[in-house]
């Protein structure tokens, strides 16, 4: 069964640095999310991208994030200067309208740690 | 105001009986979508059902139902003939406007 992959399962940083946070979603699907979860809490949207533009995005995600589709298959979270808030485990989700669009199918998550 | 409310922070119920979650919304607009995702402790996020605010009916899909009381802005999960497995923290999640909001969770244990 397709289903959406994120890389690395856990990356560590130093304050100030960026990161970029992979995904590859499910291959038909056109519609693609970021989401964060900070330990213990709930799960924040940060942004949606359509079209090879962001259809949407949240208060959270100012100048300081980025998305990109750098390719057919990939579609990228970067995090410029890091700040130790931003640790979080990171949700991609991709979804399509042959499941009508309400579907999202969430990878694994990418667990960031700032230090 | 918050847009997502879940009140139980933590629920019990005996295998093989149902239990209810509860979520209440806020919203003023008359489109939107009311979700809910599994996550159990290995942290993925499953989504389990979609209701429309269109919808007439409530959504069903195999032991999961949404009830979705409109005038109430509830929409609570109610989970049938519940299995050992069905131990996770549940979301509640509106789409409004395209943008997504997400509960605080509850978390269910059933007991054996």
């Known amino acids: 069964e397709p289903e959406v992959t994120q890389t690395p399962s856990h990356q560590v940083t130093q304050m100030g640095q960026e990161v970029i946070l992979r995904c590859v979603p499910i291959?038909?699907?056109?519609?693609f999310y970021w989401y964060r979860q900070i330990l213990g809490q709930k799960v924040e949207f940060l942004v949606s991208f359509y079209n090879n533009e962001i259809s949407e995005k949240s208060e959270i995600f100012d100048d300081q994030f980025s998305v990109e589709r750098p390719d057919g298959s990939n579609f990228t979270l970067k995090i410029r200067s890091t700040k130790l808030e931003d640790s979080a485990m990171y949700f991609c989700a991709s979804s399509t309208p042959l499941a009508g669009w309400n579907e999202q199918f969430f990878g694994p998550g990418t667990r960031l740690t700032v230090l | 105001a918050q847009k997502i409310t879940q009140t139980q922070p933590g629920m019990f119920v005996q295998e093989k009986e149902a239990v209810t979650l509860d979520c209440t919304y806020d919203t003023s607009d008359p489109s939107y979508g009311l979700f809910w995702y599994k996550q159990p402790s290995s942290g993925e996020m499953i989504f389990l059902i979609y209701?429309?605010?269109?919808?007439?009916q409530n959504a069903t899909e195999g032991r999961y139902s949404l009830n979705f009381q409109k005038a109430r802005k509830s929409a609570n999960l109610v989970i049938s003939a519940s299995q050992l497995g069905d131990s996770a923290m549940y979301f509640c999640?509106?789409?409004?406007?395209?943008?997504?909001?997400f509960g605080t969770g509850t978390s269910l244990t059933v007991i054996p």
């Open positions: 209701q429309g605010s269109y919808d007439q």
């Open positions: 291959s038909n699907h056109l519609y």
């Open positions: 999640a509106m789409r409004e406007a395209n943008q997504f909001y």
